[in-house]
Protein backbone atom coordinates (compact mmCIF):
# COMPACT_ATOMS: atom_id res chain seq x y z
CA UNK A 1 0.00 0.00 0.00
CA UNK A 2 1.40 3.44 -0.81
CA UNK A 3 1.57 6.74 1.13
CA UNK A 4 -1.34 7.81 -0.84
CA UNK A 5 -3.85 5.18 -0.18
CA UNK A 6 -2.72 4.80 3.62
CA UNK A 7 -3.24 8.42 3.65
CA UNK A 8 -7.10 7.88 2.12
CA UNK A 9 -7.64 4.76 4.84
CA UNK A 10 -6.90 6.92 7.43
CA UNK A 11 -8.80 9.63 6.57
CA UNK A 12 -11.98 8.36 5.07
CA UNK A 13 -14.13 11.08 6.74
CA UNK A 14 -11.63 14.08 5.63
CA UNK A 15 -12.74 12.58 1.46
CA UNK A 16 -16.34 12.13 2.96
CA UNK A 17 -16.25 16.34 3.79
CA UNK A 18 -14.21 17.47 1.26
CA UNK A 19 -16.82 15.94 -1.07
CA UNK A 20 -19.68 17.56 1.06
CA UNK A 21 -18.28 20.89 0.73
CA UNK A 22 -17.66 21.03 -3.24
CA UNK A 23 -21.23 19.20 -3.48
CA UNK A 24 -23.11 21.83 -1.34
CA UNK A 25 -21.01 24.52 -2.96
CA UNK A 26 -22.31 23.49 -5.94
CA UNK A 27 -25.74 23.50 -5.05
CA UNK A 28 -25.48 26.98 -3.93
CA UNK A 29 -23.70 27.57 -7.36
CA UNK A 30 -26.74 26.67 -9.17
CA UNK A 31 -29.34 28.21 -6.56
CA UNK A 32 -27.62 32.01 -7.19
CA UNK A 33 -28.34 31.25 -10.43
CA UNK A 34 -32.67 30.22 -10.05
CA UNK A 35 -32.71 32.94 -7.92
CA UNK A 36 -30.86 35.79 -10.03
CA UNK A 37 -34.10 37.47 -10.86
CA UNK A 38 -36.66 34.87 -9.27
CA UNK A 39 -38.41 35.73 -5.99
CA UNK A 40 -38.14 33.19 -2.79
CA UNK A 41 -42.31 32.52 -3.42
CA UNK A 42 -41.99 32.01 -7.14
CA UNK A 43 -39.90 28.53 -6.94
CA UNK A 44 -41.33 25.20 -5.29
CA UNK A 45 -38.94 22.99 -3.91
CA UNK A 46 -39.54 20.39 -7.13
CA UNK A 47 -39.00 23.46 -9.39
CA UNK A 48 -35.64 23.98 -7.93
CA UNK A 49 -34.92 20.34 -7.78
CA UNK A 50 -35.94 19.92 -11.36
CA UNK A 51 -34.19 22.77 -13.09
CA UNK A 52 -31.10 22.12 -10.75
CA UNK A 53 -31.42 18.33 -11.92
CA UNK A 54 -30.79 17.11 -8.33
CA UNK A 55 -32.61 15.06 -5.83
CA UNK A 56 -34.76 17.13 -4.06
CA UNK A 57 -34.35 15.47 -0.89
CA UNK A 58 -30.54 16.21 -1.95
CA UNK A 59 -31.25 19.63 -0.95
CA UNK A 60 -33.00 18.99 2.22
CA UNK A 61 -29.87 17.03 3.13
CA UNK A 62 -27.37 19.82 2.97
CA UNK A 63 -29.99 22.98 3.99
CA UNK A 64 -33.20 21.21 5.77
CA UNK A 65 -35.48 23.15 4.16
CA UNK A 66 -35.94 26.04 1.05
CA UNK A 67 -35.27 28.78 3.55
CA UNK A 68 -32.20 27.32 4.93
CA UNK A 69 -31.06 27.15 0.73
CA UNK A 70 -32.52 30.20 0.13
CA UNK A 71 -30.61 32.10 3.18
CA UNK A 72 -27.47 29.97 2.26
CA UNK A 73 -27.53 31.40 -1.32
CA UNK A 74 -27.71 34.78 -0.36
CA UNK A 75 -25.34 34.52 2.43
CA UNK A 76 -22.68 33.21 -0.41
CA UNK A 77 -23.56 36.07 -2.82
CA UNK A 78 -23.50 38.67 -0.27
CA UNK A 79 -20.58 37.72 0.89
CA UNK A 80 -18.90 38.19 -3.00
CA UNK A 81 -20.04 42.05 -2.72
CA UNK A 82 -18.94 42.72 0.93
CA UNK A 83 -15.50 40.86 -0.47
CA UNK A 84 -14.80 43.11 -3.52
CA UNK A 85 -16.21 46.07 -1.56
CA UNK A 86 -13.76 46.02 0.69
CA UNK A 87 -10.93 45.21 -1.56
CA UNK A 88 -8.84 47.70 -3.85
CA UNK A 89 -6.69 49.17 -0.83
CA UNK A 90 -4.05 50.14 -2.69
CA UNK A 91 -6.37 52.80 -4.67
CA UNK A 92 -6.21 56.49 -4.02
CA UNK A 93 -9.66 56.69 -1.45
CA UNK A 94 -12.14 58.66 -3.88
CA UNK A 95 -11.64 55.48 -6.31
CA UNK A 96 -11.82 53.28 -3.47
CA UNK A 97 -15.03 54.37 -2.65
CA UNK A 98 -16.14 54.45 -6.60
CA UNK A 99 -15.50 51.17 -6.76
CA UNK A 100 -17.13 50.40 -3.71
CA UNK A 101 -20.05 52.26 -5.22
CA UNK A 102 -20.06 50.49 -8.25
CA UNK A 103 -19.40 47.12 -6.82
CA UNK A 104 -22.71 47.63 -4.80
CA UNK A 105 -24.75 48.64 -7.65
CA UNK A 106 -23.13 45.61 -9.71
CA UNK A 107 -24.39 43.32 -7.04
CA UNK A 108 -28.10 44.76 -7.20
CA UNK A 109 -28.25 44.80 -10.92
CA UNK A 110 -27.20 40.87 -11.77
CA UNK A 111 -28.82 39.95 -8.30
CA UNK A 112 -31.85 41.65 -7.57
CA UNK A 113 -34.74 39.17 -6.30
CA UNK A 114 -32.07 38.33 -3.21
CA UNK A 115 -31.16 42.14 -3.32
CA UNK A 116 -34.81 42.84 -3.13
CA UNK A 117 -34.78 40.47 0.20
CA UNK A 118 -31.57 41.44 1.68
CA UNK A 119 -32.72 45.48 1.51
CA UNK A 120 -36.57 44.38 1.88
CA UNK A 121 -35.81 42.33 5.44
CA UNK A 122 -37.02 39.16 4.12
CA UNK A 123 -40.64 37.59 4.30
CA UNK A 124 -42.11 39.77 7.58
CA UNK A 125 -39.46 40.48 10.06
CA UNK A 126 -36.75 37.78 9.10
CA UNK A 127 -34.11 38.10 11.83
CA UNK A 128 -31.46 36.29 9.86
CA UNK A 129 -32.40 38.24 6.52
CA UNK A 130 -31.98 41.37 8.68
CA UNK A 131 -28.64 40.15 10.03
CA UNK A 132 -27.38 39.63 6.69
CA UNK A 133 -28.33 43.56 5.61
CA UNK A 134 -27.06 44.74 8.94
CA UNK A 135 -23.38 43.08 7.96
CA UNK A 136 -23.68 44.38 4.26
CA UNK A 137 -24.66 47.80 5.59
CA UNK A 138 -21.55 47.87 8.67
CA UNK A 139 -19.01 47.05 5.72
CA UNK A 140 -20.13 49.36 3.17
CA UNK A 141 -20.25 52.11 5.75
CA UNK A 142 -16.68 51.04 7.32
CA UNK A 143 -15.26 50.87 3.48
CA UNK A 144 -16.15 54.42 2.72
CA UNK A 145 -14.94 55.71 6.01
CA UNK A 146 -11.43 54.12 5.80
CA UNK A 147 -11.60 55.48 2.28
CA UNK A 148 -13.02 59.29 2.95
CA UNK A 149 -11.04 59.55 6.71
CA UNK A 150 -8.41 56.89 6.59
CA UNK A 151 -10.37 54.80 9.36
CA UNK A 152 -13.12 53.21 10.13
CA UNK A 153 -13.83 53.34 13.55
CA UNK A 154 -15.66 56.86 13.18
CA UNK A 155 -17.46 58.88 15.34
CA UNK A 156 -21.42 58.35 15.82
CA UNK A 157 -21.95 61.71 13.71
CA UNK A 158 -19.89 60.85 10.63
CA UNK A 159 -21.08 57.00 11.25
CA UNK A 160 -24.92 57.78 11.07
CA UNK A 161 -24.35 60.63 8.47
CA UNK A 162 -22.94 58.04 6.16
CA UNK A 163 -25.20 55.29 7.23
CA UNK A 164 -28.22 57.79 6.01
CA UNK A 165 -26.51 58.01 2.70
CA UNK A 166 -26.97 54.09 2.17
CA UNK A 167 -30.13 53.82 3.42
CA UNK A 168 -31.17 56.30 0.61
CA UNK A 169 -28.48 54.49 -1.66
CA UNK A 170 -30.74 51.21 -0.99
CA UNK A 171 -34.12 52.44 -2.14
CA UNK A 172 -32.62 54.48 -4.89
CA UNK A 173 -30.82 51.30 -6.38
CA UNK A 174 -34.03 49.38 -5.38
CA UNK A 175 -35.86 52.21 -7.94
CA UNK A 176 -33.23 51.67 -10.51
CA UNK A 177 -33.19 47.87 -11.07
CA UNK A 178 -36.65 48.23 -11.39
CA UNK A 179 -36.66 51.31 -13.69
CA UNK A 180 -33.19 51.05 -15.13
CA UNK A 181 -33.66 54.16 -17.22
CA UNK A 182 -29.89 55.30 -16.39
CA UNK A 183 -26.77 53.44 -17.23
CA UNK A 184 -24.93 52.10 -14.09
CA UNK A 185 -22.08 54.25 -14.69
CA UNK A 186 -24.44 57.31 -14.56
CA UNK A 187 -26.10 56.03 -11.01
CA UNK A 188 -22.75 55.82 -9.46
CA UNK A 189 -21.47 58.83 -10.65
CA UNK A 190 -25.28 60.54 -8.63
CA UNK A 191 -24.37 58.48 -6.17
CA UNK A 192 -20.85 59.54 -5.76
CA UNK A 193 -21.75 63.25 -5.86
CA UNK A 194 -25.00 63.11 -3.36
CA UNK A 195 -21.94 61.53 -0.87
CA UNK A 196 -19.82 64.41 -1.40
CA UNK A 197 -22.74 66.28 0.06
CA UNK A 198 -22.95 64.19 2.64
CA UNK A 199 -19.57 64.57 3.77
CA UNK A 200 -19.86 67.89 3.62
CA UNK A 201 -22.47 68.56 6.17
CA UNK A 202 -20.89 65.91 8.26
CA UNK A 203 -17.43 68.45 8.31
CA UNK A 204 -19.52 71.50 9.15
CA UNK A 205 -21.34 69.74 11.89
CA UNK A 206 -17.85 68.13 13.41
CA UNK A 207 -14.55 69.39 11.57
CA UNK A 208 -12.97 66.78 13.03
CA UNK A 209 -14.14 64.98 9.75
CA UNK A 210 -13.14 66.87 6.79
CA UNK A 211 -14.99 65.80 3.41
CA UNK A 212 -11.79 64.55 1.19
CA UNK A 213 -10.70 67.28 -1.34
CA UNK A 214 -11.97 65.60 -4.56
CA UNK A 215 -15.57 66.18 -3.25
CA UNK A 216 -15.42 69.97 -3.19
CA UNK A 217 -14.54 70.64 -6.50
CA UNK A 218 -17.88 72.27 -8.23
CA UNK A 219 -16.11 70.38 -11.69
CA UNK A 220 -15.83 67.41 -10.40
Given at each position: ??I?????????????T????????????????????T??????????????Q???G??Y??????????L??????????????A????????DR??????S??R??????????TI??????F????H?????V??????????G????????????????????????A???W???????????????????????????????A????EP?RR?D?
Amino acid sequence: MNISQQRDVAHPRARGTERSVARRAELITIGRKLFADTSYDALSMDDIARQAQVAKGLIYYYFHSKRGYYLAIIQDSVADLVTYAASGLELEPVDRVHRTIDSYLRYAEHNQAAYRTIVGGGVGFDIEVHAIRDSVREVIVATIAEGAYGRSDIAPLPRMGLLAWLSSVEGAALDWIGRPQLSRETMCELLVKTLGGVMRAIEEMDPAYPAPEPARRDDD
